[in-house]
C-alpha cells in the first residue's frame, strides 16, 4: 500500500501562477485535509472533505479551492499564487473525524 | 489559532537517555493524539488517548493526560538516534479539525 501520495514533491512558481497540487489515497477514507506547515507555526487546516463530491474551508482557506471528485482524490488549487503561500503542503487522510490522520509526504512549495 | 502549545520547543539528549515533552491546551477534548515528524517528511501518528483515558503505553512511548489542567505529556524512554525528530499534539475538541501545536524538535546524541 502507498498510503497517501502526494504530486508534485518540490515546486517554484511566480508571483500570479497557477497550479493543483494533488493528494491520492489508497485506504478508502472517507475524509480527506489539506494543511500548510510554516516554521514556528505547526499546522493550519485549509479545507477538508469528509466524502466524495463534499468540501468545506478549514482556518486558513483564503486563496485556495479544493475539488473531491473521486473517493481517492483530493485537489488544491491555487488560481493566482501569492509569495505568502511558499510553504509546505501536507495532506491527510483518516476513516473518520475521530480517527488518527495519514499524511502524505508534503509538497514544498515556492512563490518568487 | 493552536489549541495545543508543546514545551520545550527542542530537546537534546544522549542516547539511552529519557525524554519527555508538555502539551497544554485550551478548551475540553474528545482526544489528543501525539504525532512524530521526521525531516522532510510527514508526520506519522504515535498515540491517541481519549479524554477518559489518563495513561496509554505504546513500546517506548508513555502519554499522560490530566484534563482538569489541560495538559498531557508524552515520555520516550529509552532514546535512540532514530527518535530524532519532531514531535506534534494534536487535540480534537469537538470541531471539525484537529489543532496542531508547534511542536518540540528532539535530537537524540549519540
Known amino acids: 500500500n502507498a498510503g497517501v501520495t502526494q504530486t508534485p514533491k518540490f515546486r517554484v512558481l511566480k508571483t500570479g501562477q497557477s497550479m493543483t497540487l494533488l493528494c491520492a489515497q489508497d485506504?478508502?477514507?472517507?475524509?480527506m485535509y489539506w494543511y500548510r506547515q510554516d516554521p514556528g507555526m505547526g499546522l493550519r487546516l485549509i479545507h477538508y472533505?469528509?466524502?466524495?463530491?463534499?468540501?468545506a474551508k478549514g482556518e486558513v482557506p483564503d486563496g485556495y479551492n479544493v475539488s473531491r471528485l473521486k473517493k481517492q482524490n483530493f485537489l488544491l488549487g491555487l488560481e493566482s499564487a501569492a509569495p505568502s503561500q511558499t510553504s509546505v503542503y501536507f495532506c491527510?487522510?483518516?476513516?473518520?473525524?475521530?480517527?488518527?490522520?495519514?499524511f502524505g509526504d508534503g509538497t514544498r512549495l515556492s512563490i518568487l | 489559532s493552536q489549541q495545543g502549545e508543546e514545551d520545550p520547543q527542542a530537546l537534546s539528549i544522549q542516547e539511552g537517555e529519557n525524554a519527555t515533552m508538555n502539551c497544554s491546551y485550551k478548551?475540553?477534548?474528545?482526544?489528543l493524539q501525539w504525532y512524530r515528524q521526521n525531516s522532510g517528511r510527514g508526520l506519522v501518528h504515535l498515540i491517541l488517548?481519549?479524554?477518559?483515558?489518563r495513561e496509554k503505553h505504546s513500546g517506548r512511548l508513555r502519554v499522560t493526560l490530566d484534563t482538569s489542567k489541560k495538559s498531557s505529556s508524552l515520555l520516550i524512554t529509552a532514546s535512540r538516534a532514530a527518535d530524532t525528530a519532531s514531535y506534534f499534539c494534536?487535540?480534537?475538541?469537538?470541531?471539525?479539525?484537529?489543532?496542531f501545536g508547534a511542536g518540540t524538535t528532539v535530537t537524540v546524541r549519540a
Open positions: 472533505s469528509v466524502g466524495e463530491g463534499t468540501t
Open positions: 478548551t475540553s477534548i474528545n482526544n
Open positions: 485506504m478508502n477514507h472517507e475524509y
Open positions: 491527510a487522510s483518516s476513516y473518520t473525524l475521530r480517527q488518527p490522520q495519514h
Open positions: 488517548i481519549r479524554s477518559n483515558e
Open positions: 494534536a487535540t480534537d475538541a469537538n470541531d471539525y479539525k484537529l489543532s
